[in-house]
């Protein structure tokens, strides 16, 4: 078929996994591994797997900051004068 291209699968040297390895221990995901090295997110996931690193890595030591609440959410139920002066 022309204009169809097939991907080459191109072998992983010792220096590439040994640099993988460390970037994602680092906190790296795979795609941003996948862009640094040239590689496919597809591959990456792959050699991840063949060198059999945790797909859940622990969270980093920076707190997440907390998510705002959508309008007219509420974090606690209705106090009960809150239910008398609506009516319920």
Not at 54 to 82: H, I, N, W
């Amino acid at each position: 078929m022309p204009g169809v291209k097939y991907a080459v699968s191109v072998p992983w040297s010792d220096e590439e996994r040994t640099t993988l390895r460390r970037m994602y221990e680092n906190g790296l995901g795979p795609a941003r591994i996948a862009q640094l090295l040239g590689r496919s997110k597809y591959s990456v996931h792959s050699q991840l797997k063949a060198l059999h690193l945790p797909r859940q890595r622990p969270a980093p030591d920076k707190p997440r900051p907390p998510q705002p609440l959508r309008p007219g959410a509420r974090t606690l139920p209705p106090l009960p004068s809150e239910l008398s002066a609506n009516g319920c």
